[in-house]
T-cell receptor, first 112, second 115 residues
Framework: KQEVTQIPAALSVPEGENLVLNCSFT??????LQWFRQDPGKGLTSLLLIQSSQREQTSGRLNASLDKSSGRSTLYIAASQPGDSATYLC???????????FGTGTRLQVFP | NAGVTQTPKFHILKIGQSMTLQCTQDMNHNYMYWYRQDPGMGLKLIYYSVGAGITDKGEVPNGYNVSRSTTEDFPLRLELAAPSQTSVYFCASSAYPPKANYGYTFGSGTRLTVV
């Protein structure tokens, strides 16, 4: 059974810091891994999607890496801003299924 | 381009009542999903559909039913509501295979309270 864990559960940092959010999964037979952002009371916004054959994806200040063999992904946020404050969720899609399995998320607060 | 639209945004339901959560998408995605999110928890899959007329159970299907008569619509029905169904419900859709950086599109959610 695929289990997805995110560490830390919550993080509070001053503006300008570079930070890393971690995601680990137990079954390496995945099709892809996706990082989402969720603002309070809102839906999920897709940030980055990494196919199983890829090692990383970048979008602006965000960089996501994938190490399938060790069951890990990291989301790197450069030069954090207060507007980055949100909950970040990772989700994996297992091979031969269409189901996303979500982690419980990391709640990030960036203060000025 | 509306994406995935859910209605209602909020609802209070009495124990034992039934209701339907609506979800529609205008991206011609063949895959659609219903998730629930409980406080402090990740999202859990209730039901999903890979195309009109085809549905399947997810991790937590008990107490729910779905139908998919068109590509655009994927309503979720709660029968005999229970307090354990108090949650935020998200509908999502995806193309297959997922396109780079746009795997899944989520609606803004329906916050349901059963009292």
């Amino acid at each position: 059974k695929q289990e997805v864990t995110q560490i830390p559960a919550a993080l509070s940092v001053p503006e300008g810091e570079n930070l890393v959010l971690n995601c680990s999964f137990t079954d390496s037979a995945i099709y892809n891994l996706q990082w989402f952002r969720q603002d309070p009371g809102k839906g999920l916004t897709s940030l980055l999607l990494i196919q199983s054959s890829q090692r990383e994806q970048t979008s602006g200040r965000l960089n996501a890496s994938l190490d399938k063999s060790s069951g890990r992904s990291t989301l790197y946020i450069a030069a954090s801003q207060p507007g980055d404050s949100a909950t970040y969720l990772c989700a994996v899609r297992r091979i031969n299924t269409d189901k996303l399995i979500f982690g419980t998320g990391t709640r990030l607060q960036v203060f000025p | 381009n509306a994406g995935v639209t859910q209605t209602p945004k909020f609802h209070i339901l009495k124990i034992g009542q039934s209701m339907t959560l609506q979800c529609t998408q205008d991206m011609n995605h063949n895959y659609m999903y219903w998730y629930r999110q409980d406080p402090g928890m990740g999202l859990k899959l209730i039901y999903y559909s890979v195309g009109a007329g085809i549905t399947d159970k997810g991790e937590v299907p008990n107490g729910y039913n779905v139908s998919r008569s068109t590509t655009e619509d994927f309503p979720l029905r709660l029968e005999l509501a229970a307090p354990s169904q108090t949650s935020v419900y998200f509908c999502a859709s995806s193309a297959y295979p997922p396109k780079a950086n746009y795997g899944y599109t989520f609606g803004s959610g329906t916050r349901l309270t059963v009292v």
